[in-house]
T-cell receptor
């Protein structure tokens, strides 16, 4: 089975712009979670989508949003970018219903905001 | 509410020495426990997991962990490390509720193996 894929791998934007990141989960996985990873804050949970619905949400401002399509692919959007949004954004998919919530991570998208 | 504490932010160790990375958790319900590893510029990958059964869990690359319910710990060990084990290690706790599985990650422990 193919793993979780994320595009693009690297992105450079300037303050005030918006960005969309994409994630394709492992085939058959319906749960997709997004995380922000920075050296200072570690791994922080953004949100989780399951069957096209946001099921869980972390503590991030409304500039961060996401969606999930019927094929379980997910996108996250960050509007009005700030310098502090520079981070590695990780997507993870999960085989809902078994394996105790094990998550399968993609390689991440490295976002740099100038 | 769940929480995960990784007691060491950095662990330097010489090659072929043993290592233990410590993880304590708190939760009011039954949990599932995981260790993930992250190599530079990559995502996280699963090292091992405890779902139920034997409290000693063996994972990939020679790592093992022991679930201790009374001490609410899930420490990761390896008897002899290699340079290639240099990476960041994350302990995670998951439980199942109305919103599906919820997973909390620790802050990570950076393992640095020296020659």
């Amino acid at each position: 089975k193919a793993g979780v894929t994320q595009t693009p791998r690297y992105l450079i934007k300037t303050r005030g712009q918006q960005v969309t990141l994409s994630c394709s989960p492992i085939s058959g996985h319906r749960s997709v979670s997004w995380y922000q990873q920075t050296p200072g804050q570690g791994l922080q949970f953004l949100f989780e989508y399951f069957s096209e619905t946001q099921r869980n949400k972390g503590n991030f401002p409304g500039r961060f949003s996401g969606r999930q399509f019927s094929n379980s692919r997910s996108e996250m959007n960050v509007s009005t970018l700030e310098l502090g949004d520079s981070a590695l954004y990780l997507c993870a998919s999960s085989p809902e219903g078994r394996e105790g919530g094990e998550q399968f991570f993609g390689p991440g998208t490295r976002l740099t905001v100038l | 509410a769940q929480s995960v504490t990784q007691l060491d932010s950095q662990v330097p160790v010489f090659e072929e020495a043993p290592v233990e990375l410590r993880c304590n958790y708190s939760s009011s319900v039954s949990v599932y426990l995981f260790w993930y590893v992250q190599y530079p510029n990559q995502g996280l990958q699963l090292l091992l997991k405890y779902l139920s059964g034997s409290t000693l869990v063996k994972g990939i690359n020679g790592f093992e962990a022991e679930f201790n319910k009374s001490q609410t710990s899930f420490h990761l060990r390896k008897p002899s490390v290699h340079i290639s084990d240099t990476a960041e290690y994350f302990c995670a706790v998951s439980d199942y509720g109305t919103g599906g599985f919820k997973t909390i990650f620790g802050a990570g422990t950076r393992l640095f193996v020296k020659a």
